[in-house]
């Protein structure tokens, strides 16, 4: 079926760094999201993208986090300046259309924040 | 508010046994509610959806789910199970937002392991 690919599946980066997650989506998907999940919890809805702008956040999206997709390309979440408390998987979604249409998931990036 | 409650974190049948993951959602409107499954190294999978007309729904590899209203309960079945189903089990919540893409809310997920 559709595959949604991360790069990359993990990353190490220092405290205070800036950190990209690059997401590439089904190709003729128009909506795009982020999932968190922490270690032993829950995965949780970050945001969703459609048409260039960020149509929903949830309170987990803070300040330091921006997404975007510059002219198709990779949809990239990034962090700057990154904390400890970002240390999670990361899983990138898209979608065909909005609604309650189905969500095809990649397989995460694993982000660890030293 | 959405939530999902799955209140088994591992689960451990025998090769050819029945199988049910539990599932308890809330959701203030109507909801919609998937399952997924995760394989090792791999994004999660979408098993089947309800979003409404018959409770009882079917999805791939012989895995049904009934949605019951008045227990908000959306749990997943499979009458025998093989050892290629050990994998973790995503049961999840939507709504439908107007203009924008859904928001799913997942519940912790049920590590099942076949045992042969």
């Known amino acids: 079926g559709p595959k949604v690919l991360q790069i990359p599946s993990h990353q190490i980066i220092d405290m205070g760094q800036m950190v990209t997650l690059n997401c590439d989506p089904v190709?003729?998907?128009?909506?795009f999201y982020w999932y968190k999940q922490i270690l032993g919890q829950q995965m949780e809805f970050l945001v969703n993208f459609y048409n260039g702008k960020v149509m929903e956040k949830s309170k987990l999206f803070k300040d330091q986090f921006s997404v975007e997709r510059p002219d198709g390309s990779y949809f990239t979440l990034k962090i700057q300046p990154t904390a400890l408390e970002d240390s999670a998987v990361y899983f990138c979604a898209s979608s065909r259309t909005g609604g309650a249409a189905e969500q095809f998931f990649g397989p995460g990036t694993r982000l660890t924040v030293l | 508010a959405q939530s999902v409650t799955q209140p088994d974190a591992r689960v451990t049948v025998s090769e050819g046994a029945s199988l049910q993951l539990r599932c308890k959602y809330s959701?203030?409107?109507?909801?919609?509610l998937f399952w997924y499954v995760q394989y090792p190294r791999q994004g999660l999978q979408l098993l089947l959806k309800y979003y409404s007309g018959d409770p009882v729904v079917q999805g791939v590899n012989g895995f049904e789910a009934e949605f019951i209203k008045s227990n908000s309960s959306f749990h997943l079945r499979k009458a025998s199970v093989h050892w290629s189903d050990s994998a973790v089990y995503f049961c999840?919540?939507?709504?439908?937002?107007?203009?924008?893409?859904?928001?799913?809310?997942f519940g912790k997920g049920a590590k099942l392991t076949v045992s042969p």
């Open positions: 959701y203030s409107g109507t909801p919609y």
């Open positions: 999840a919540v939507s709504g439908v937002q107007q203009g924008t893409g859904s928001k799913l809310s």
């Open positions: 190709s003729n998907h128009l909506y």
